[in-house]
């Protein structure tokens, strides 16, 4: 998991990057400057993100 491999300043990096720019632009920004490690700390976050919206517009199981 990326979160665990990174140090906390390259994580606040990554934090800072998200709550000035938004997911999309964090990680588009992390990448261009070669932050690879960052950006998939910033990815991961990304995939979080899908994976909670998939859930909540999932329609109701019926049992």
């Known amino acids: 998991m990326a979160s665990q491999s990174l140090d906390k300043n390259k994580r606040a990096i ?3 990057l998200i709550d ?3 997911l999309q632009r964090a990680y588009h920004a992390a990448k261009q400057y070669g932050w690879t490690d960052i950006a998939e700390e910033i ?3 990304i995939e ?3 994976n909670y919206a ?3 517009t999932d329609p109701p199981v019926q049992h």
Request: include cysteine; charged fraction near 45%.
């Open 14 to 16: 990554a934090q800072n």
């Open 20 to 22: 000035t720019c938004g």
């Open 43 to 45: 990815e991961s976050e």
């Open 48 to 50: 979080k993100t899908r």
């Open 54 to 56: 998939r859930r909540r």
